[in-house]
T-cell receptor, first 111, second 115 residues
Framework: ELKVEQNPLFLSMQEGKNYTIYCNYS?????LYWYRQDPGKSLESLFV?????AVKQEGRLMASLDTKARLSTLHITAAVHDLSATYFC???????????FGEGTQLTVNP | GAVVSQHPSRVICKSGTSVKIECRSL??????MFWYRQFPKQSLMLMAT?????????EQGVEKDKFLINHASLTLSTLTVTSAHPEDSSFYIC???????????FGPGTRLTVL
């Protein structure tokens, strides 16, 4: 059974600081996704990582994938209040179809 | 980018009634759609996987006779919650896999409240 674990689950940080969210998964996977969810809203796709060593950046967020370590990171640079949300990683199983989600990381960026 | 819509966005119904939720992929064909439910402060729980033209595959513990799924076309899947009870109150989210890119895109969600 594929398991996905995120760390930390809760993160409170000040504006302007940097931090990394970690996503570990237990078995081989084809794809890893990062999503953002605002309160009362659905999921917004941030990144899709397809191969070992993949790195993608959008604004203050950068995601990377190490398939050998079964680890993905979401790095936040110079955080701003607008980044406050819950961030989920999700992994495609070897069936290539269903996603298994991490528990989510609730990020709060304080002024 | 790929857009997935859900309708309705919010529904309040009486216990014992049935509620239908629609999920549409607006600008791509989705051979596979997924239905999730999410309770407050929790992650998404997959309920079922829906393939166009075939029966849905339900996750363990999800009653297929209570949560009826129909995937009649490459752009539409419906979830019907039959004989809804207050414990069915939740946030229901669909997603659709783009057969071309392989990406999975989420609808805006439907908040169901059963009184």
């Amino acid at each position: 059974e594929l398991k996905v674990e995120q760390n930390p689950l809760f993160l409170s940080m000040q504006e302007g600081k940097n931090y990394t969210i970690y996503c570990n998964y237990s078995t081989t996977s084809d794809r890893l996704y990062w999503y953002r969810q605002d309160p009362g809203k659905s999921l917004e796709s941030l990144f899709v990582l397809l191969s070992n060593g993949a790195v993608k950046q959008e604004g203050r967020l950068m995601a990377s994938l190490d398939t050998k370590a079964r680890l993905s990171t979401l790095h936040i640079t110079a955080a701003v209040h607008d980044l406050s949300a819950t961030y989920f990683c999700a992994v495609d199983g070897t069936s290539g179809s269903r996603l298994t989600f991490g528990e989510g990381t609730q990020l709060t960026v304080n002024p | 980018g790929a857009v997935v819509s859900q309708h309705p966005s919010r529904v309040i119904c009486k216990s014992g009634t049935s509620v239908k939720i629609e999920c549409r992929s607006l600008d791509f064909q989705a051979t596979t759609m997924f239905w999730y439910r999410q309770f407050p402060k929790q992650s998404l729980m997959l309920m079922a996987t829906s393939n166009e033209g075939s029966k849905a595959t339900y996750e363990q513990g999800v009653e297929k006779d209570k949560f009826l799924i129909n995937h009649a076309s490459l752009t539409l899947s419906t979830l019907t919650v039959t004989s809804a009870h207050p414990e069915d109150s939740s946030f229901y989210i669909c997603s659709a896999r783009d057969g071309t890119s392989g990406g999975q895109f989420f609808g805006p969600g439907t908040r169901l409240t059963v009184l």
